[in-house]
Structure formats: C-alpha cells, structure tokens
C-alpha cells in the first residue's frame, strides 16, 4: 500500500487566501479534532505543514475544511531555481499506485513560463519512474502539486481532489427563501468547524436567520438545531432547507433570549444586526448578555461556541467563558465582523 494510506505521513495544506486569520484557525481546529497531538508549521501565510498526522486526517480536513483550498500527503521541497536532477532526485513511487491517472498542478506561480516548466520536470520524473501512469488531467486519481513560497517549492500529493465545494449553489440567492442577512456558505462553515464539533454530535443557532449554519452542519454530518423568534425566518428556513435534501435539523421558533434549549455539544451563531435582521425590539447588548448567560448553562465543560459580532460592541465575559481565538473581517467600510471562539470552562 502506497504511504497516502499509512499513519505518520506529514499533511501539506494550502489555504484559501482570504486576508484573515480564520483559515488557520479553522485548520487549527480540525487538526485539534482529529489529531490533537499534532505539530502545525506554517511556511509563509497559507502554507502549513502538519507533522505526523495520517492520511485519513489529512482527507478530512481537506473536504470539511471551508478555507483549505487543498490538501495532501506532504512530499519534499526544492529550491526554486529548479533543475531536472532535483527532481529526478525525488521517489515519487510511494505516493502513485501503478495504472493510475495522474496531474501535476503548480499553484499560486503567476509566471506561466515557470509554471509550465516545473510542471513539465516534474511529470517527466514520475512517468520515468512509473510508466504505466497515465496523464489525466480532468478528474485525475493523483494530483500532484507544488508551491512557491520561501525561495523554495513545496510538493503535495493528494488522490481525487475535487475542488468544488459546492459554495455557489449554495449560497444564498440559489436557494428558494433569500434574505439579505444569510450568510456566505463558506464562512458558515468556517464558523461550525471553529467549534470542534464532531459528526453525529449536536450544535445549536440559537439565531438561525436563513440556516446557513445548520445548512453546511448538516453537510458535515452534525445534527443541528436552529432558533428563531421570526416566524418567516423559521418557514423560509424549512424551505431551504428541504430544497437542499437535508434532514439532520429541527428548527424552533423561540425568544433567543430565553433559550428553551438545556444543552448542545457546541453552539455557532451570528448575532443579529444591521437594518436587515429583526431583534423585535432588544438592543445588540441585551441579546449578546443574554446568549453569553446561556452559554454558561447550555455547553457541557470543556467544549466551544463560536459567535459573529460587529466590531465596535464590548465583549463582557462571564468568568465561565474564556477567550480561544478572536479574528476580523473587513466587510466594507460600514462593517468589520468581529469572530470569537468561547470556550465553557
């Protein structure tokens, strides 16, 4: 068996490139999920080396991961002014079964030339080695893939990589009930995997708006539950959700602020603000207090919650709730969402 298939590999990930810090956080909170024990390197700002993890992590990860744009089995690293002997030089044996299609994709080069000639030594090196493969490049069995980053080249080899994610049909207007609140998919993901949650456990939107968050919980197999004190929220919801084929959510129409909920593994939600979300008449800092109380009584010890707030609002913890991850994003001039990662404790 090939060592895609064995444990102590080293996991190559490249990030999306988003100008935040939730893509290593989220990656940072897989990795804590699935191999707690693990060592992460980043090498430049979105390319992380994990040591010593397992390929079945590594898979994981790369298809739960909203901001991890691929993933792969951590190969070796050159030099970037590349010759052929360096390649030559690489056993790309380990990481290709015989009869199977493969690619070579360099990532993030802006110089086609460069591009192109790498690419060219590198499939060279491997048909050399190996020549029964054959070259595929739509939908490969193998794709092998390099980055630049450091004065050096990076390569990762990954088996049936499909980077569509789903995200556009998905987001918000391709669904039947739209409202100008939802969520990006690929942020509501981010938000559910900041969590730590686990297939098969529980978490809880005690502000569901359009369902976003249970959406792409439900996706990750997570059973998840969904609060709404708008009625039109909770069917337009439903709605969505039955548009998307997926079963694993309750949604209940409910007061927030009084949460008749007594526990959840984990709890993600965004608050809600601005001129398009209902708060039927309680300020931002009644309904933040009153989920941060909650909090305290819903999450079992030692497990997350993830809330989306807008900069600008004080974030008063109860001494129950300790601070793990804060990141920003700039929405636009009007809008910096503020992430924060809650731990019970």
């Not at 990481?95 to 110089?111: P, S, W």
């Not at 100008?180 to 939107?205: C, G, Q, W």
């Not at 569901?208 to 996706?219: D, P, R, V």
């Not at 969904?226 to 694993?248: P, Y």
Request: charged letters at 25%; proline letters at 4%; glycine letters at 6%.
């Amino acid at each position: 068996m090939p060592i895609l298939n064995s444990d102590g590999i080293d996991g190559l990930f490249l990030l999306s490139g988003e100008d935040s810090s939730i893509p290593m956080g989220e990656l940072d909170s897989l990795i804590r999920i699935y191999h707690p024990n693990t060592e992460l390197s980043s090498v430049g700002r979105r390319l992380v080396i994990a040591k010593n993890v397992n390929s079945e992590t590594v898979d994981i990860i790369s298809r739960r991961g909203a901001y991890v744009y691929i993933g792969g089995t951590f190969v070796t690293s050159i030099q970037n002014n590349v010759r052929v002997r360096d390649i030559e030089e690489v056993d790309f044996r380990p990481f290709i079964q015989n009869g199977d299609g493969f690619a070579i994709r360099m990532m993030g080069t802006r110089d086609e030339d460069v591009k192109v000639k790498i690419e060219t030594i590198i499939g060279s090196a491997v048909t050399r080695q190996l020549p029964s493969l054959r070259v595929t490049l739509s939908n490969p069995d193998v794709l092998i893939w390099g980055v630049e980053q450091s004065k050096k080249i990076y390569l990762g080899c990954t088996r049936n990589w499909d980077r569509k994610k789903g995200w556009v049909q998905r987001r918000a207007r391709s669904k039947p009930f739209f409202h100008a609140s939802a969520l990006y998919p690929k942020f509501a993901r981010a938000l559910v995997n900041l969590t730590m949650a686990r297939e098969h456990e529980t978490i809880l939107d005690p502000f569901c708006g359009t369902g976003t968050i249970l959406q792409e919980a439900s996706l990750m197999n997570i059973e998840a539950i969904g609060i709404d004190i708008d009625k039109k929220m909770c069917m337009g919801t439903n709605r969505n959700l039955k548009h998307l084929d997926l079963k694993r959510t309750s949604i209940i129409r409910s007061d927030s602020t009084v949460l008749p909920v007594k526990s959840a593994d984990v709890i993600a939600t965004d608050l809600p603000y601005g001129r398009c979300s209902s708060t039927k008449g309680k300020t931002l800092r009644t309904i933040l207090d009153s989920f941060l109380r909650d909090t305290c009584r819903i999450l079992p010890l030692g497990r997350k919650a993830t809330l989306v707030y807008p900069k600008g609002i004080k974030l008063i913890l109860p001494p129950e709730l300790v601070l793990t991850q804060k990141h920003e994003i700039f929405m636009h001039t009007n809008l910096t969402r503020v992430v924060v990662v809650l731990e019970r404790q």
